[in-house]
């Protein structure tokens, strides 16, 4: 089983920059893409980034070049580095994470991020 806790979200005015963070405890040693989901109100949860074990990143559309998302200690933090946040970044965020040990995802308890304009 996989843990993931985030933290790092809140209050940022349009313009301004925040950076989630999501730990992951248990079988990390399974893991094999992370990454972070959004849901905004009223509507369904959306990808915004993924890392897999080799490296390689996806983006959103809505968020290249605005976002980064990275991670360090072999799957133990994920980070996402956001950037000229927008009022549409408003909303929810999850992380992530697949696991060959389990055929669902992993997800975290989510953790709200609120770009006022």
């Known amino acids: 089983q996989v843990h993931l806790v985030e933290s790092g979200g809140g209050l940022v005015q349009a313009g301004g920059s925040l950076r989630l963070s999501c730990t992951a405890s248990?079988?990390?040693?399974?893991?094999?893409?992370m990454g972070w989901y959004r849901q905004a109100p009223g509507k369904q949860r959306d990808l915004v980034a993924t890392?897999?074990?080799?490296?390689?990143?996806n983006y959103a559309n809505s968020v290249k070049g605005r976002f980064t998302i990275s991670r360090e200690n072999a799957w133990n933090t994920v980070y996402l580095q956001m950037n000229t946040l927008k009022p549409e970044d408003t909303g929810v965020y999850y992380c992530?994470?697949?696991?060959?040990?389990?055929?669902?995802?992993?997800w975290g308890q989510g953790i709200q991020v609120t770009v006022s304009s």
């Open positions: 992530h994470a697949l696991s060959t040990l389990q055929i669902t995802p992993c």
């Open positions: 890392i897999s074990r080799d490296g390689q990143r």
């Open positions: 248990g079988s990390t040693f399974s893991i094999h893409t």
